[in-house]
T-cell receptor, first 109, second 114 residues
Framework: GQNIDQPTEMTATEGAIVQINCTYQ??????LFWYQQHAGEAPTFLSY??LDGLEEKGRFSSFLSRSKGYSYLLLKELQMKDSASYLC??????????WGAGTKLIIKP | IAGITQAPTSQILAAGRRMTLRCTQD?????MYWYRQDLGLGLRLIHY???????GKGEVPDGYSVSRANTDDFPLTLASAVPSQTSVYFC?????????????FGPGTRLTVL
């Protein structure tokens, strides 16, 4: 079966750095997405990786290793507004998105 | 530019009733999707449409139907609602002709079936 694993919850301090990991086992791979979802709101697109390596976008970076079935989202200089759930999703061989359950990130002052 | 709109925002429904959730996008995206999101679970695909006039079943299609008469609209119908269909429903769209095929989400409909 297809499976996306990410931690249920993480806590970090304002101004610090946090890494949210995602491992996947899917039938085929056509890219990996990270979305941010604030409580009671819709998911919003953060990043897309299809090749191995690090993609940097401001305070957020996303890394992919296809051989290890592994990705992480790195958030720097954490702000209180970064408190949200972060969803990892993989586009499988049928071009359907398989979603992880999400990681709830709690930022403490 | 509105992006994707959904209606209603929330609804309380008696079991056995019929309900249609509406979804409209103005981005001229060819692909549209319906997901449900339940606590502790990832987004689960109910139905999708790759282009106007075609639809397909996702992971959890039972009890739901969709239609895609035109590019902009993708309504989801619950023929006879049951309490297990209590969930938050998200509509999404994407331009699947692009390599990234990024999905953009509507604000969601919170549905409670009693």
């Amino acid at each position: 079966g297809q499976n996306i694993d990410q931690p249920t919850e993480m806590t970090a301090t304002e101004g610090a750095i946090v890494q949210i990991n995602c491992t996947y086992q899917t039938s085929g791979f056509n890219g990996l997405f990270w979305y941010q979802q604030h409580a009671g709101e819709a998911p919003t697109f953060l990043s897309y990786n299809v090749l191995d390596g690090l993609e940097e976008k401001g305070r957020f970076s996303s890394f992919l290793s296809r051989s290890k079935g592994y990705s992480y989202l790195l958030l720097k200089e954490l702000q209180m507004k970064d408190s949200a759930s972060y969803l990892c999703a993989v586009l499988d061989s049928n071009y359907q998105l398989i979603w992880g359950a999400g990681t709830k990130l709690i930022i403490k002052p | 530019i509105a992006g994707i709109t959904q209606a209603p925002t929330s609804q309380i429904l008696a079991a056995g009733r019929r309900m249609t959730l509406r979804c409209t996008q103005d981005m001229r995206h060819n692909a549209m999707y319906w997901y449900r999101q339940d606590l502790g679970l990832g987004l689960r695909l109910i139905h999708y449409s790759n282009t106007a006039g075609t639809t397909g079943k996702g992971e959890v299609p039972d009890g739901y139907s969709v239609s895609r008469a035109n590019t902009d609209d993708f309504p989801l119908t619950l023929a006879s609602a049951v309490p297990s269909q209590t969930s938050v429903y998200f509509c999404a769209s994407s331009d699947s002709t692009t390599s990234t095929d990024t999905q953009y989400f509507g604000p969601g409909t919170r549905l409670t079936v009693l």
